[in-house]
């Protein structure tokens, strides 16, 4: 790909997906970016702090069950660096426990989305993170 | 007085003169003591008779004893003591004669020496021993001797028999009057004694040997004496008395002191008198003894006696009944002792089960609570595992039903559905599974909160519109005035009555459905009724419809998408806030689920 026709691309928001389970990483990835999202995906609470510095995306999909560092710490990091901070985290777990959720807030997501969850649901809760923050 | 005018009369015979004479009778008549009497008498014979020395000596008690003297020692004076009883003795002899007799010096002739067997306080002198004058009271005797030694041998002159003799009468004068004197005071001491003796209340006897009353006191008298005047019955008694009192005392000898008991009659009532004899010998007169006795009336004190003897068996007896009383009482102490003894035992034997079974339980309950734990974590993580691959279904074939994949023809599209509908199913039992779980650990939050039941229907009923657009059913709801603010956990009530309009419009194929809010103020209750003309449920059937996975009619259940959980997590959840679900139906006609909820949940 080459950086001019790249240009219009660059305006569509980034979603950097974190999941370490492939599947999910592409159903999310795939569904996005058909629908039009810029995609990044991290398969651990490591890569993910990297991607997430390097790039600084406009929303963050975050697998709360993580190899290395596990998504709670991983958002809690996030919420405390200058740089990132402002980014919205939707949490995204298949634990469908009360206590998952408060924990998962109490770490800094701004929302929890349940798997299993559909495709079209999930572009809903991103485009909704991101109305909020143009707010 | 006849004889002094004798003496005094001018016929005398002697040398002395009248003058002389004259002055002894007035010294001696001035005189009302013995011994100054016999020594004027002494003195004047040595001035007027030619005596040297001499003595007096006078009767006392029978005996011849010195009363004064001139020119004697007082030793011998005193020594000298003669009996009477001796009658053979020369100056007992001479005593008793009326004339003077002449003792010759006993040292001077060897001869004369038989005729002086005795001592005087004159020593180995001659005298001559003058008595007295006699009278007619004074008995075999005078009053008593002149033992006299002369200047001479010659006879004694007429000068001294004259003193001796008015020397005697006034003596015995004397002695008269004292012993007038003696017998007036003697009369007045006995009258005392006597009234001190009547004045005791205790008879006081005075018998001899025999028992021949000598003397008694006024209660002895009334006892022991009466005189023909008594009564029969008196005399009868004394005469009782008087035969007792000889033999209880007289048959042993009553000379020794002693105690004893004497039981006599009262003559004056007839009464029993107990008394106690003391009886002491004493001297009656010379040589003769008798016995002095007291009686003390011991009739009440022996009564007092018997009845402190009564009274201390009596308290001898109750002491006894204590003691046996005491001994039972420390006999039941002691089974009482024992039985709680055995009693403590059981219950310290019946501690230690309890706290082993409460240890057991506790350790049961510690077991439990991980096992339910452990179940709670299971089923998370079951649940986790199964959402997992379910989600990359349901993901996978939205993507694929989206376009994402590329286009797909209508069959592909269709079949596609029925996996993805089957996959909605399968999330949906995982869910309510979850569900339960959840309120059986225990682990569902209940948040209580001020709820308008009115307007919870309100939102259910806008909620299943669109399940209601596709029937013909005729739904109506009924909401009572007076419906309180509950306080409840609204999500959870929201929950059911969602569930059951829910059930009432899928298992309805035509008529109607009604949802009907009251309140009973008497039970502080609310009540949502849901009332359907549906297929209804045997009455088999709704014994099971609370249960797990007991819908009624599996395969109708299917064709609505319902996970047969629903009724499961109604009933349980109600539970939770205090309230209950009821259900009335008949099989082909329809239904009523009725939630009950109380005013006031409890977390």
């Known amino acids: 790909m080459s950086q001019e026709e790249e240009t219009a691309a660059d305006l569509a928001p980034l979603v950097l997906i974190v999941d370490d389970v492939d599947h999910g990483r592409e159903i999310c990835s795939e569904y996005l970016a058909f629908r039009g999202f810029r995609v990044a995906t991290a398969a651990d609470g490591q890569e993910a702090l990297d991607k997430a510095f390097e790039l600084l995306p406009d929303v963050i999909l975050m697998d709360l069950s993580l190899p290395k560092i596990d998504g709670w710490e991983a958002t809690r990091r996030l919420k405390q660096d200058a740089r990132t901070k402002a980014i919205p985290v939707v949490a995204l777990t298949a634990h469908a426990l009360a206590s998952a959720h408060d924990k998962a807030m109490e770490a800094g ?3 929890v989305v349940t798997k299993p969850c559909l495709p079209r649901d999930l572009e809903a809760e991103v485009r909704r993170q991101l109305a909020g923050r143009a707010r | 007085m006849a004889r002094l005018a004798q003496l005094e009369s001018p016929d005398f015979r002697g040398g002395v003169g009248a003058k002389a004479r004259l002055a002894l009778v007035e010294a001696l008549l001035a005189e009302q003591e013995a011994r100054p009497c016999a020594l004027f008498v002494l003195r004047w014979l040595v001035r007027h008779a030619g005596i040297e020395r001499g003595f007096c000596a006078v009767i006392d008690a029978e005996r011849l004893v010195g009363l004064t003297g001139i020119d004697i020692p007082m030793a011998a004076l005193d020594a000298f003591s003669l009996g009477l009883d001796d009658r053979t003795h020369p100056l007992v002899i001479a005593l008793a004669g009326s004339e003077p007799v002449a003792f010759p010096n006993s040292g001077h002739s060897s001869g004369q020496e038989l005729l002086r067997p005795f001592e005087t306080p004159l020593g180995t002198d001659s005298f001559h021993a003058v008595p007295l004058s006699r009278t007619a ?8 001797l002149l033992l006299l030694s002369a200047q001479g041998d010659g006879p004694l002159s007429e000068d001294v028999r004259w003193a001796a003799e008015i020397l005697g009468v006034r003596l015995v004068s004397l002695w008269y009057r004292r012993a007038q004197l003696d017998e007036r005071r003697h009369k007045r001491e006995r009258s005392w004694l006597f009234g001190v003796i009547n004045a005791v209340t205790d008879p ?8 021949r009353i000598l003397m008694a006191n006024a209660v002895a008298e009334m006892l022991l004496t009466a005189d023909d005047q008594k009564s029969e019955g008196r005399r009868r008694a004394v005469a009782l008395n008087n035969l007792l009192f000889s033999a209880a005392l007289f048959n042993k000898d009553g000379l020794e002191p002693s105690r004893r008991e004497l039981l006599l009659v009262d003559p004056t009532d007839g009464q029993d008198l107990l008394f106690e004899v003391i009886s002491t010998p004493v001297r009656i007169r010379l040589g003769e003894a008798g016995v002095a006795l007291i009686l003390r009336n011991v009739t009440d004190l022996r009564r007092a006696s018997e009845e402190i003897e009564e009274n201390y068996r009596k308290l001898r007896a109750a002491e006894v009944e204590a003691r046996a009383d005491a001994m039972e009482k420390v006999q039941l102490y002691e089974q009482v002792t024992r039985h709680s003894e055995e009693l403590r035992e059981k219950v310290r034997l019946a501690t230690a089960e309890l706290a082993g079974q409460n240890e057991l339980l506790r350790r049961q309950a510690f077991e439990l609570e991980q096992a339910s734990a452990a179940k709670s974590q299971f089923l998370a993580n079951v649940s986790h595992e199964l959402r997992t691959p379910l989600n990359a279904i349901i993901g996978y074939t939205h993507l ?57 229907v309100d939102e259910v009923m806008t909620e299943v519109e669109p399940l209601i657009d596709g029937t013909s059913l005729t739904v109506s709801r009924v909401i009572a005035p007076a419906v309180p603010e509950l306080r409840t956990d609204r999500q959870k009530v929201k929950q059911i009555i969602l569930n059951l309009l829910s059930n009432a419009l899928k298992f309805t194929p035509q008529g109607s459905v009604s949802i009907v809010l009251d309140y009973d103020p008497g039970e502080e209750e609310a009540s949502v009724a849901v009332t359907d003309t549906g297929i209804g449920i045997s009455e088999e059937n709704q014994k099971t419809i609370f249960e797990a996975f007991g819908q009624a009619d599996s395969s109708y259940a299917k064709r609505h998408g319902g996970t047969g959980l629903g009724l499961s997590i109604c009933c349980r959840l109600a539970a939770i806030l205090g309230g209950r679900i009821t259900v009335v139906s008949k099989l082909g006609e329809g239904s009523t689920f009725t939630l009950a909820l109380p005013r006031r949940a409890r977390k």
């Open chain 1, 109 to 111: 997501c701004d929302s």
């Open chain 2, 137 to 144: 009271e004074h008995g075999d005797f005078g009053p008593g």
């Open chain 2, 204 to 211: 006081i006897l005075l018998t001899d040997l025999d028992g």
């Open chain 2, 400 to 456: 694929m039903l989206e376009g994402v994949a590329g286009e797909m023809n209508a069959s592909q599209h269709e079949k596609l559905n029925r996996v993805d509908s089957n996959a909605r199913h399968l999330l949906a039992i995982i869910n309510d599974l979850l569900d339960i779980a959840r309120i059986e650990s225990g682990k569902l939050p209940v948040q209580l909160e001020r709820v308008a039941l009115p307007d919870l």
